[in-house]
């Protein structure tokens, strides 16, 4: 499908659940949260059905996510049948990797082709401070298992938080001796990731260089996304900046994001879209399916404007409730 500004957009971030097993602080409350109730949750058949048509109108790659893809239930049988669908090219996986490595098997045989895996600090102390769990040794665990697949594209993503202990130079040579790609993703103003610093690219590439030695531009495309990545000399991976702010990707985006609820959301920072789930559960046939999400992707706005303070329909949801 092509958007109102000529953009093609064939990928879609579904989100399956809003639950999660960590609570980090810049996307989670500690306590006092309100899930959706199960009944609300879009469930496998109806996501299928979705798809189907989404890929009738040339949507070729998918990447999962929420709160935690890996807590719902039978996830690897909805990638089964994702995979199943004509024109589906690509199925992929963004998770916190606590329980990856019990569900990798399954996953990989299902159809998933590349996983992203959260990981903000090698540092115990700080993981189970910024996660509010002690979970660091379960998500190295997943990252280890995911890398027994030599098939499966492996990226870690970080989010700079501005605290030294982070050690942002230790995250980055986890790319040293492994076939990784090791990313920096800005923090948004989304939710309590307001509450955060604001880390340059430019400051993180510095710190990179000063350790390592020149970052060298990789003007291949990689990946479905916005990320500028660089190689290193001597480093068997890569290292990826994705700076939604500083280097606003808006004019190459290709996106719409399906909510646990069945929203069909035209962009992370508004709150337009479509409620797909409402129309489904009242008997709508697949022709208005196919209307809603032609009117969603034609609603899709020119870009961003998180450096502005008043913008109409801004999204007030936090990224667990939207799926980042
Ligand atoms: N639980 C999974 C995980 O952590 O990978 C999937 C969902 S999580 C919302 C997806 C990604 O969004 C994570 O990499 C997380 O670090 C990122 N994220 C959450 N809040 C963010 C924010 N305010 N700005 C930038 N990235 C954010
Ligand atoms: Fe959970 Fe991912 Fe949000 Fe962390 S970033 S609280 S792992 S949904």
Request: hydrophobic share 35%; net charge neutral.
């Amino acid at each position: 499908m092509v958007d109102s500004f000529g953009r093609t957009i064939d990928y879609v971030r579904i989100s399956v659940t809003d639950r999660c097993n960590l609570r980090c602080t810049y996307c989670m409350p500690e306590y006092g949260i309100e899930s959706v109730s199960h009944f609300d949750i879009l469930r496998y058949d109806e996501i299928i059905r979705i798809v189907k048509i989404l890929a009738y109108h040339g949507f070729k790659k998918i990447k999962i996510t929420g709160g935690e893809p890996l807590v719902r239930k039978d996830l690897h049988q909805l990638v089964a049948q994702l995979n199943q669908i004509n024109g589906i090219e690509q199925i992929t996986l963004t998770t916190n990797g606590v329980l990856l490595a019990e569900s990798i098997d399954e996953l990989v045989k299902a159809g998933i082709s590349a996983i992203n895996i959260s990981l903000d600090t090698l540092n115990k102390e700080l993981y189970h401070r910024m996660t509010r769990r002690d979970q660091l040794e379960n998500a190295l665990l997943g990252i280890k298992s995911a890398l027994n697949y030599p098939q499966l594209i492996v990226k870690i993503n970080c989010v700079p938080l501005g605290i030294k202990e982070q050690n942002l130079v230790e995250i980055a040579s986890l790319a040293q001796n492994l076939n990784i790609s090791v990313r920096f993703i800005e923090m948004m103003p989304i939710g309590y990731g307001n509450e955060f610093e604001f880390v340059s690219q430019k400051s993180i590439e510095q710190l990179i260089e000063k350790e390592y030695g020149p970052l060298i531009p990789v003007y291949e495309k990689l990946g479905n996304g916005p990320s500028k990545y660089y190689k290193i000399d001597g480093f068997k991976g890569i290292i990826g900046f994705i700076s939604s702010l500083s280097h606003k990707y808006c004019d190459c985006c290709n996106r719409v994001r399906l909510t646990c609820e069945g929203f069909l959301k035209t962009c992370l920072q508004y709150n337009n879209g479509y409620d797909l789930r409402s129309l489904i559960r009242n008997g709508g046939t697949d022709e208005q399916i196919s209307r809603a999400i032609i009117d969603t992707v034609d609603q899709k706005p020119l870009e961003h404007n998180f450096d502005k303070l008043n913008v109409k329909e801004k999204e007030i949801k936090s990224m667990f409730q939207i799926g980042g």
